[in-house]
């Protein structure tokens, strides 16, 4: 199995702040890289494929990059709304597997 | 928009099996593959599997000797059969869907708590 680790596992920011998610695969997955926000007691909300492609509706604050095994997740502005677990995914192939997850949390 | 609602038993013994239901609305069943997804309070998300709309199925090798996947076209639901329960699979369960072979989930039921304990 693929395996993807996040980094850091939680992070305090402020409303405003710029923040970083990493998330790293254990072999290339190309661009096969997704991205998924879950606020409490909630289902996780799908963000953005293939590395940078906005889900509709997804806010221009988020950002994604990278290829091969490296990959990170930008919001460009922390707005009170994205104090959230982000979790990364690969698709490039099965099993599926998720990062641990990015607990952001207000500072 | 697809909409997607988990059901089913939220209690259970260990050595049961495990039975959830999926019924989807608002998609096509043939432009999707229809997975389950599990959680461990406090903890990741890991896939189970999925089916697709011609009844092929792709599970995780870690739950593949315990785990079926069916599909009922005619109710729009599709199902989890989880085998031989112990407590290391008590976890939300959420049903997916994937715009077709695309591999990432971008419709999610609510989920369901399932609790395995005697």
């Known amino acids: 199995d693929i395996q993807m680790t996040q980094s850091p596992s939680s992070l305090s920011a402020s409303v405003g702040d710029r923040v970083t998610i990493t998330c790293r695969a254990s072999q290339s997955i190309n661009n096969y890289l997704n991205w998924y926000q879950q606020k409490p007691g909630k289902a996780p909300k799908f963000l953005m494929f293939?590395?940078?492609n906005l889900e509709s509706g997804v806010p221009s604050r988020f950002s994604g990059s990278g290829s091969g095994t490296d990959f990170t997740l930008t919001i460009s502005s922390l707005q009170p709304e994205d104090f959230a677990t982000y979790y990364c995914?690969?698709?490039?192939?099965?099993?599926?597997?998720f990062g641990q997850g990015t607990k952001l949390d207000i500072k | 928009q697809v909409q997607l609602q988990e059901s089913g038993p939220g209690l259970l013994k260990p050595s049961e099996t495990l039975s959830l239901t999926c019924t989807f609305s608002g998609g096509s069943i043939s432009h999707y593959y229809w997975s389950w997804i599990r959680q461990p309070p406090g903890k990741g998300l890991e896939w189970i599997g999925f089916i697709q709309n011609t009844g092929k199925n792709d599970y995780n090798p870690s739950l593949k000797s315990r785990v079926t996947i069916s599909l009922d076209t005619s109710k729009n639901q599709f199902s989890l059969s989880l085998t031989s329960l112990s407590a290391a699979d008590t976890a939300a369960y959420y049903c997916?869907?994937?715009?077709?072979?695309?591999?990432?989930?971008?419709?999610w039921g609510q989920g369901t708590l399932v609790i395995v304990s005697s």
């Open positions: 997916a869907a994937s715009g077709y072979n695309s591999g990432w989930f971008d419709h």
């Open positions: 293939a590395v940078s």
């Open positions: 995914q690969q698709n490039y192939i099965t099993p599926y597997t």
